[in-house]
Each structure stands twice: as C-alpha cells, then as structure tokens.
C-alpha cells in the first residue's frame, strides 16, 4: 500500500478516505480526533464474530487475539495530509472500507438513531478513488465509476480494460442505519444524478470540461436533477490529484454537513 507523508500536503494515487473540513478556525486537530473517533465506532457495529465454545479456550491466547484486533481495528482509519488550511485528509486503510458507503452509512445513523455528536468536525466527504488531475486520468477513472454506478449509462457501453473495484457488498451497520426511503432501490429510468465539483490549490480541470466529460460518459439514459438528485458525482480537485466517489440520497444526508443534518433531525 502506498504511504502517504502528513506533512507533504498531497495525496497519493490510489488511496481512499475522507476530506474533512473543521467548524471553527484552528481546530483541524479536535476535527481529525471527532472524525477518527465517529468512523472507528461506526465501523465497531455488527462486527463481534460469534463466540467459541467455552471448552478448553486459552485465556491468554483469547486476551491476545482480542488486543490483536483491538489494535488492527485502531489502524483501520488513519490521519492523511493536511492539504490546505481547514482541509484534512483521513486514509481508509482496509479495502472492505468503501467511503461512500461508510459515510452513507454514518449519516443514516444520524437521521436515524441521533448518533455521533461533533463540536469541531463540519464536513466529511467521501473520496473512492484519487487520481492525477489530468482529463485523461480522470476520463479512465469517472468511467469505472459511472459504468459501475449507472448501468444504463453511455459509460457501461465502452468496453471496460481495467477491472472496476467492487463495491457490491456493503457493509451491516451501513444497510442497518440507512432509513428505509433511501435503502430502496429506484428503477433506472427514474434515477437523477448531480455533479459536485471543487478545485482547491489547482488551476487544472476546468469546471465546463468535467462537466461536459460527465454529462458524456452518463449519457441521455439519466436525468439531471439539481436539487435532491438521487446519485451525486463528486469530483475534488485539489493540486495535483483528483478525488472521485458516487454516493446515493445527497439531500437526505444533508451535504455531509454535521450541522445541517442536526438542524433537519427530528427532535428526540
């Protein structure tokens, strides 16, 4: 796996995670703790295996394996870059880990059971894959993605040379806390999607030219819909690279943000 260095301020091909953005000015060291602590306790759910049998267990042996996962779990989401003022990086280090479907996840539980309290943390945005910000890059990686999201999309038609990752089996505590209107699958003629587009410390990738390389690859088979689509296309720039993810129900998980989404809970 790739290494990715804290104080270069980029980020390295290949890896996945989180942008995360602070509420309060100089505050990314409480943000990265809160984020660290909300994705280490989500992922905590539903993942007990089943017990062994009682009979000749080794107790030691039992308090090591225990300690073992303990701290392998504790590795599982790991502080990245601090790429810009107000702007860090969080690593997924396990490649069970989907960051879509984790803050999918994460956000569901929010809406539904009023989990996971955050004082610093504002924003946690998901990022599937990085690549180098360069149309030719991001042209090979947006189409994995589309074909992969939107399978009557133009995208699914070109030929595929590079297997796509497999995001097919989400996990427990994501399916579990995600409410039943966003679980439900939509019928693809219905499906709308929208393009959330940022550029940070980069004059690379113009907003027009992904624009009109995404509405290509998507095709005429999915309607824009700008303000509650049911699939948002996020596309970072941020120097260099290029961080990309499809995430499903954008509005009913508020925009990611920790303090709309506690203004539009209901009340307890």
Not at 236 to 245: M, S, W
Request: proline letters at 6%.
């Amino acid at each position: 796996m790739q290494r990715t260095k804290r104080e270069s301020g980029r980020l390295s091909i290949g890896i996945r995670g989180v942008l995360i953005t602070n509420a309060l000015r100089r505050r990314h060291k409480e943000a990265t703790q809160e984020a660290l602590t909300i994705l280490r306790e989500h992922v905590e759910v539903g993942c007990e295996s089943p017990d062994s049998p009682c009979d000749h267990v080794d107790i030691e042996k039992s308090i090591a394996r225990e300690i073992a996962g303990i701290d392998r779990d504790f590795q599982r989401f790991v502080p990245g870059p601090c790429l810009s003022q107000g702007l860090n990086f969080l690593i997924f280090r396990d490649p069970r880990d989907v960051p879509s479907q984790v803050v999918r996840g994460i956000f569901g539980a929010i809406l539904t059971k009023n989990l996971y309290k955050a004082r610093y943390l504002s924003r946690m945005v998901p990022i599937d894959v990085v690549c180098k910000a360069n149309e030719e890059d991001l042209k090979k990686e947006l189409q994995k993605l589309i074909c992969m999201h939107f399978p009557n999309s133009k995208a699914a038609q070109i030929p595929q040379t590079i297997e796509a990752p497999d995001h097919s089996a989400e996990t427990l505590e994501d399916s579990n806390n995600v409410p039943d209107a966003i679980r439900n699958p939509y019928q693809e003629s219905q499906v709308t999607w929208a393009l959330q587009f940022a550029r940070r410390n980069s004059n690379t990738l113009q907003r027009p030219t992904v624009l009109a390389l995404v509405t290509n690859l998507v095709g005429q088979a999915y309607t824009v819909e700008l303000k509650k689509p049911n699939k948002l296309i996020i596309i970072e720039v941020v120097k260099n690279t290029c961080g990309l993810a499809v995430i499903s129900d954008y509005h009913e998980i508020a925009q990611f943000g920790f303090n709309l989404i506690k203004a539009s809970s209901p009340a307890a």
